[in-house]
């Protein structure tokens, strides 16, 4: 495995786990907040863990090609 897949995979864990993190203040810890910025912190979450799945997928060795059928991992 090369360094810049780590860094790459590290880099999108971390930054998609702060983000969540201010979800969850927002959320779960009743952190006020407007709906308009709500929605961006909504989508900028879903945002980042979009690119931390796909960090993740290379980082285990899975075809990151969103036309395969059932994504990354094989159907249950």
Do not use: I
């Amino acid at each position: 495995m090369d360094e810049q897949t780590k860094q790459d995979y590290r880099r999108a864990f971390d930054t998609w786990s702060e983000q969540l993190a201010r979800v969850h203040a927002v959320l779960l810890d009743g952190e006020p907040l407007d709906p308009l910025h709500k929605v961006a912190l909504l989508r900028r979450e879903s945002q980042l863990k979009g690119r931390y799945e796909e960090a993740r997928a290379r980082l285990f060795g899975f075809d990151t090609d969103d036309t395969a059928p059932g994504g990354a991992f094989p159907p249950e």
